[in-house]
């Protein structure tokens, strides 16, 4: 089955540095990648939709200039946060999508910003 | 737009009990309908998916869901819990394309009692 490799699982950073999140489709190639942010027993919300060579599209409230996201390839998507805070603290799950295979989703990386 | 409604932000069964978590959807194109179960600091497992096929639909770990066009309704059913079942469920809605993004449900934490 599709398989999609989220690293790390987890990572602690100090306030004002940047955060790399990488997302990778093993055995398919994701037309589309999604990124989503999820609070503590709060639902999945959808931060941005990425295509590869283009740019993302940023759901409404959120901060593309701090949430950087990168799809290089068909295989790759990175989400890089920018001067973290301890508000974005938070559980972050990335998705890829084809059509053959549909939606798989990362194991996600908890983010936690001291 | 597209949303689901999940009633019941925590469902409470006896082991060996029904289960039943509700979902609502709507959508103004047809949809595409799943299930999915979140353990604790996990991503996202699919459960089921309703593709406009049968409307009935059958899933891992003896779980199923009926697509009710009438009712708007997706509600996850299983037989028998058993006390791996416990976990965080979300309903979720895109439409016919592996570019569309999905949108979750709120969730629903499943207990079972011994």
């Known amino acids: 089955g599709a398989v999609v490799s989220q690293h790390p699982s987890w990572v602690i950073c100090k306030s004002g540095t940047s955060v790399k999140i990488e997302c990778r489709s093993l055995?398919?190639?994701?037309?589309?990648m999604f990124w989503y942010r999820q609070f503590p027993k709060q639902s999945l919300m959808l931060m941005a939709t990425?295509?590869?060579?283009?740019?993302?599209?940023?759901e409404q409230g959120v901060e593309k200039d701090k949430f950087l996201i990168n799809h290089a390839s068909l295989t790759l998507s990175t989400l890089t946060v920018t001067s973290a805070h301890p508000e974005d603290s938070s559980f972050y799950i990335c998705?890829?999508?084809?059509?053959?295979?549909?939606?798989?989703f990362g194991s996600g990386t908890r983010l936690t910003v001291v | 737009a597209q949303s689901v409604t999940q009633l019941g932000s925590h469902v409470s069964v006896s082991e060996g009990a029904l289960v039943l978590l509700r979902c609502n959807y709507s959508?103004?194109?047809?949809?595409?309908l799943f299930w999915y179960v979140q353990y604790p600091n996990q991503g996202l497992q699919l459960l089921l998916k309703?593709?406009?096929?049968?409307?009935l639909v059958k899933g891992i770990n003896g779980f199923e869901a009926e697509f009710k066009k009438s009712e708007t309704s997706f509600h996850l059913t299983k037989p028998s819990a058993h006390m791996s079942d416990a976990a965080e469920y979300f309903c979720?809605?895109?439409?016919?394309?592996?570019?569309?993004?999905?949108?979750f449900g709120s969730g629903t934490r499943l207990s079972i009692r011994p």
């Open positions: 998705s890829a999508s084809e059509e053959s295979h549909g939606y798989t």
């Open positions: 309703y593709t406009s096929a049968a409307t």
């Open positions: 979720a809605v895109t439409s016919r394309s592996s570019a569309s993004k999905i949108i």
């Open positions: 990425s295509n590869e060579g283009s740019k993302a599209t940023y």
């Open positions: 055995d398919f190639q994701a037309t589309t």
């Open positions: 959508s103004s194109v047809p949809p595409y």
